[in-house]
């Protein structure tokens, strides 16, 4: 099946610094999604890719959906304590039923 | 709008109970989404429905899990009989594609504990 796999899988990084942490899958999506999770809630909905190359910004995070259609980039500048959580990159298929596939996550710490 | 709601947020059972969690989506939405999130394996999906039909189980771990979605706006995932091994965050999740929507939202989860 699809694996996703996100690196680094962990990072700790002084606040105003900048993040970047990357998806890689062994197939092609269409699709391409990046949640964060806060301690003991569930994934919260960051930036939705749906074309190779594409680049969109929410804020101060930047995110690129790979020309091979195979990777995903994630940019977060001038890091904030509130940036602390786990990063999930996501997959997703167009056509029939859409099926969502999660990476490994990247947790991220921030030292004020 | 209330996004997903899940219930109950927290529940420790003893091993061979019967567990069941449930899940009201946001409203339009016509898929539902059941993970299981552990610090081994990440976030799992276990089963999803479109517009109230099962399309992919393959993610349930065995038949002591079944989940029913008997109307647009409720689901259920069940254990049956639980085992410690089931302890986890169990979440669900929502999608409305006819909105433009290809991100699913989660609700909180629901912990369980299998002692």
């Known amino acids: 099946g699809q694996q996703l796999n996100q690196s680094p899988q962990s990072m700790f990084i002084q606040e105003g610094e900048d993040v970047s942490m990357n998806c890689t899958s062994s197939s092609i999506f269409n699709t391409w999604l990046w949640y964060k999770q806060d301690p003991g809630e569930g994934p919260v909905l960051l930036i939705a890719?749906?074309?190779?190359?594409e680049l969109t910004s929410n804020g101060r995070l930047t995110a690129q959906f790979g020309i091979t259609r195979k990777d995903s980039f994630l940019n977060i500048s001038a890091s904030i304590p509130s940036d602390v959580g786990i990063y999930f990159c996501?997959?997703?298929?167009?056509?029939?039923?859409?099926?969502?596939?999660f990476g490994t996550g990247t947790k991220l710490q921030v030292i004020p | 709008d209330a996004g997903v709601i899940q219930s109950p947020r927290h529940e420790v059972t003893e091993m061979g109970q019967e567990v069941t969690l449930r899940c009201k989506p946001i409203s339009g939405h016509n898929s539902l989404f059941w993970y299981r999130q552990t610090m081994m394996r990440g976030l799992e999906l276990l089963i999803y429905?479109?517009?109230?039909?099962?399309?992919?189980d393959s993610g349930m771990p065995e038949d002591r899990f079944s989940a029913k979605m008997p109307n647009a706006s409720f689901s259920t995932l069940k254990i049956q009989p639980s085992e410690p091994r089931d302890s986890a965050v169990y979440f669900c999740?929502?999608?409305?594609?006819?909105?433009?929507?290809?991100?699913?939202?989660f609700g909180q989860g629901t912990r369980l504990t299998v002692v």
């Open positions: 999740a929502s999608r409305g594609i006819r909105f433009g929507d290809f991100g699913a939202f």
């Open positions: 996501a997959g997703q298929l167009s056509g029939g039923y859409q099926k969502v596939t």
């Open positions: 429905f479109n517009n109230n039909v099962p399309i992919d």
């Open positions: 890719l749906y074309k190779a190359g």
